[in-house]
């Protein structure tokens, strides 16, 4: 089974910016389409952004303009680049293949907050 680890949440101001990055065994994120997924308190997890091989990337219309997904396979790395943020975004940011079939990783902490 693939292991992923999060990393590189933490306390941002709205309107800020935050970089979350994403590790996993193997070399397998350029063979595989891969999403940062986000779950809010009290809310059910949900897709935020996501990179087809070929690198098309989509985005959660809650997201879109603000957020890019990018790969570096070199490295074995997924990021998620978040600029403007708001305090909607709270959450904590998960990554997985698409669609989700992997384990769950601890995920990481973003708070947006003034």
């Known amino acids: 089974q693939v292991q992923l680890v999060e990393s590189g949440g933490g306390l941002v101001q709205p309107g800020g910016s935050l970089r979350v990055s994403c590790t996993a065994s193997?070399?397998?994120?350029?063979?595989?389409?891969m999403a940062w997924y986000r779950q809010a308190p009290g809310k059910e997890r949900e897709l935020v952004a996501e990179?087809?091989?070929?690198?098309?990337?989509n985005y959660a219309d809650s997201v879109k303009g603000r957020f890019t997904i990018s790969r570096d396979n070199l490295k074995n790395t997924l990021y998620l680049q978040m600029n403007s943020l708001k305090p909607e975004d709270t959450a904590v940011y998960y990554c997985?293949?698409?669609?989700?079939?992997?384990?769950w990783g601890p995920g990481t902490q973003v708070t947006v907050s003034s």
């Open positions: 997985n293949r698409v669609p989700a079939t992997w384990n």
């Open positions: 193997g070399n397998i994120f350029r063979f595989n389409s």
């Open positions: 990179m087809i091989i070929g690198s098309y990337a």
